[in-house]
């Protein structure tokens, strides 16, 4: 399984990005996907998930300013951030968990991360 992650940058605050992951190596229809951040010095965070089933959840930090979103015949997962704050700063890591069922377990896989810098 490869996850492949786009769009991160340099954004003013106030300012728009949207990120993709683009998968391979699973049926990713089944897979439930997310977003996760680490800034410096801090733990990884989640950000924002989306099930095989379309159902969602964010953090309470990006709730009403960001988006996921997946497109299940790209095998693309993506993540809309309005309204960026200096505090967003992080690098962001997509993540895939495929459930193999009882026998074999649950998997997660990662991306390299994507860098998103706001400016004040």
């Known amino acids: 399984v490869q996850l492949v992650e786009s769009g991160g940058g340099l954004v003013q605050a106030g300012g728009s990005l949207t990120l993709s992951c683009a998968t391979s190596?699973?049926?990713?229809?089944?897979?439930?996907m997310a977003w996760y951040r680490q800034a410096p010095g801090k733990q990884r965070e989640l950000v924002a998930g989306i099930t095989s089933g379309m159902s969602t959840n964010y953090a309470d930090s990006v709730k009403g300013r960001f988006t996921i979103s997946r497109d299940n015949v790209k095998d693309t997962v993506y993540l809309r951030m309005n309204k960026l704050k200096p505090e967003d700063t992080a690098a962001y890591y997509c993540n895939l968990r495929e459930d193999m069922g009882v026998q074999f377990g649950v998997f997660d896989y990662w991306g390299q991360g994507t860098q998103v810098t706001v400016s004040a």
């Open positions: 190596g699973s049926i990713f229809s089944r897979d439930d």
